[in-house]
């Protein structure tokens, strides 16, 4: 691997920003690190799914220590919720390794920014979530067991996608389990460590098994280069964003990224980037 100081500079500059974007949002950033990534040429999704997972770590742990400051962040909740997400990582990195090409991955990829997007836009649009507080009516033994079970699909999107699946996480511990959207947040980058950690040895295991032996790709240098960054940058940008940001604002920001990131992804699949 061969990127150059330019581009180096330029993927630090960038995994800064979506670091400190994304740790006001419960988001690990790796809906933007894959795609930043794969257009910078680091290398094949199966290298860069795994790398993406440990900057994933960096900006959750960061905006963990942020969040728990303030009281946003549910630990009880978080180890209960965990099980689900750990169990849909092994699935999804498995079903990455063994079944999607470049192509599929990219495409799939896609479809997930382009409908996690939508569904965000039409929720900004509505805004109609006017009083942000918890309701404990939901937080119930019946709404706790089906939310565990359907945070798999939060950790399928993490193993399969190298993203923490906090886009899941969020809406669910929102709407189902009644939480006030700060600590759904918090609790979502708490939920996200294990999550991407435990993905990233998944693949670490895999490649070292298809291998024939423990080989370290040449890639994975970007990592102790990018987690600083990447760790500062979601420290920054959650402080800043406990004092001085709305959520809805930060929440349109956050919807633009990421359709430019599934643009840019779509003219890369046919060749026009």
């Known amino acids: 691997m061969d990127l150059g100081?330019?581009?180096?500079?330029?993927?630090?500059?960038?995994?800064?920003?979506?670091?400190?974007?994304?740790?006001?949002?419960?988001?690990?950033?790796?809906?933007?690190?894959?795609?930043?990534?794969?257009?910078?040429?680091v290398g094949s999704s199966k290298?860069?799914?795994?790398?993406?997972?440990t900057l994933t770590v960096m900006t959750a742990a960061s905006s963990v220590m942020n969040h728990r400051k303030k009281g946003f962040v549910?630990?009880?909740?978080?180890?209960?919720?965990?099980?689900?997400?750990?169990?849909?990582?092994?699935?999804?990195?498995?079903?990455?390794?063994?079944?999607l090409n470049e192509d599929a991955f990219k495409g799939f990829f896609v479809a997930i920014l382009f409908v996690f997007g939508g569904m965000m836009l039409r929720d900004w649009l509505k805004d109609e979530r006017?009083?942000?507080?918890d309701d404990d009516v939901k937080?119930?033994?019946?709404?706790?067991?089906?939310?565990?079970?359907?945070?798999?699909?939060?950790?399928?999107?993490?193993?399969s996608l190298g993203v923490g699946g906090g886009l899941l996480n969020v809406p669910l511990m929102v709407y189902a389990l009644g939480r006030k959207t700060r600590k759904a947040i918090g609790t979502?980058?708490?939920i996200i460590i294990p999550t991407a950690a435990f993905g990233f040895l998944v693949y670490l295991y895999a490649l070292a098994t298809q291998t024939g032996g423990f080989v370290v790709p040449s890639e994975f240098v970007l990592i102790p280069i990018l987690m600083p960054f990447v760790f500062v940058g979601a420290y920054l940008g959650s402080r800043w964003g406990l004092a001085k940001l709305k959520t809805r604002e930060v929440a349109l920001l956050f919807i633009l990224v990421l359709f430019v990131a599934a643009a840019k992804l779509v003219l890369d699949i046919f060749g026009l980037a």
Request: proline share 3%; aromatic share 8%.
């Open 47 to 53: 290298i860069v799914a795994p790398i993406s997972l």
């Open 139 to 159: 937080m119930n033994r019946t709404r706790l067991g089906a939310t565990t079970v359907a945070m798999t699909g939060s950790g399928f999107l993490s193993g």
């Open 74 to 99: 549910d630990f009880r909740l978080g180890v209960t919720l965990v099980a689900g997400t750990l169990v849909g990582t092994y699935i999804g990195t498995t079903v990455h390794l063994l079944y």
């Open 5 to 41: 100081i330019p581009i180096l500079i330029l993927l630090i500059g960038l995994m800064f920003g979506v670091a400190f974007i994304y740790s006001n949002l419960g988001l690990g950033g790796g809906l933007l690190f894959v795609p930043i990534l794969l257009s910078a040429g």
């Open 130 to 133: 006017s009083v942000d507080e």
């Open 188 to 190: 979502s980058s708490l």
